[in-house]
């Protein structure tokens, strides 16, 4: 069955970098729109990025472009959140989503698997 | 991008009908047909139960119901039951190619 798993959160101090990980299992990651979403702490969701299942084609969140990138490894069938220039306001439960197959412009963003998340606090 | 706004509750007893509204502008919510509605129980991952304004994937319940009226979005839970008690969430794609959220609504059943 499709599984999503999440690795690398922690604490981290602001200026900091850290890679998140996300092991899929169940299925193969480049047929599929693939996303980090993040949720802070008593606060809804957030979007912050997405790697197309051709791997060209990434987009970000305002809020996080230029100090974020979205990567994965078709080997490892992992996908990676590499985060940099850490800030406080970056501080929530990062979960890995799937979205949709051989997918295009809006069809990428209606997902139907979620990790568990991890938690990344970055605090001094 | 600003969040899409949700109420942050509703309630219903069993058996009624209660319908959450999901508004955006026409930068998103009124400009694609690519808004989703997510469930959420404590502690548990996200469901998709209407994707695409009203497409229902298999094995989401037909009690389970959304559409859209300019920018606006809806989903509407009919035949209310105990086990529908959960926070739901609206998304819409966006015209920068990103995706917004809306704030989350709390559903209680009396």
């Known amino acids: 069955q499709v599984q999503l798993v999440e690795s690398g959160g922690g604490v981290v101090q602001p200026g900091r970098s850290l890679r998140l990980s996300c092991e899929a299992s169940?299925?193969?990651?480049?047929?599929?729109?693939m996303h980090w979403v993040r949720q802070a702490p008593g606060k809804g969701l957030e979007w912050v990025a997405i790697?197309?299942?051709?791997?060209?084609?990434?987009k970000y969140a305002d809020s996080v472009k230029g100090r974020f990138t979205i990567s994965r490894d078709n080997s490892k069938n992992t996908l990676y959140l590499q985060m940099n220039s850490l800030r406080a306001e970056d501080t929530a439960v990062y979960s890995c989503?799937?979205?949709?197959?051989?997918?295009?412009?809006?069809?990428?963003?209606?997902?139907?698997?979620w990790g568990q998340g991890t938690l990344v606090a970055v605090s001094s | 991008q600003s969040a899409l706004t949700q109420p942050a509750s509703v309630s219903g007893s069993p058996g009624q009908s209660i319908t959450i509204s999901c508004t955006g502008s026409?930068?998103?919510?009124?400009?694609?047909?690519?808004v989703s509605w997510y469930q959420q129980h404590p502690g548990k991952a996200l469901k998709l139960m209407i994707s695409?304004?009203?497409d229902r994937p298999s094995g989401v319940s037909n009690r389970f119901s959304g559409s859209k009226s300019g920018n606006t979005a809806s989903l509407t839970i009919s035949g209310l039951q105990a086990e529908d008690e959960a926070d739901y969430y609206c998304?819409?794609?966006?015209?920068?190619?990103?995706?917004?959220f809306g704030g989350g609504t709390r559903l209680t059943v009396l």
């Open positions: 695409d304004v009203s």
């Open positions: 989503v799937r979205g949709g197959s051989y997918c295009s412009g809006g069809s990428c963003y209606k997902f139907d698997y």
């Open positions: 998304s819409s794609y966006t015209r920068t190619s990103s995706l917004v």
């Open positions: 790697i197309w299942y051709d791997g060209d084609i990434k």
């Open positions: 026409s930068s998103d919510v009124g400009g694609y047909n690519y």
């Open positions: 169940g299925f193969t990651i480049s047929n599929y729109g």
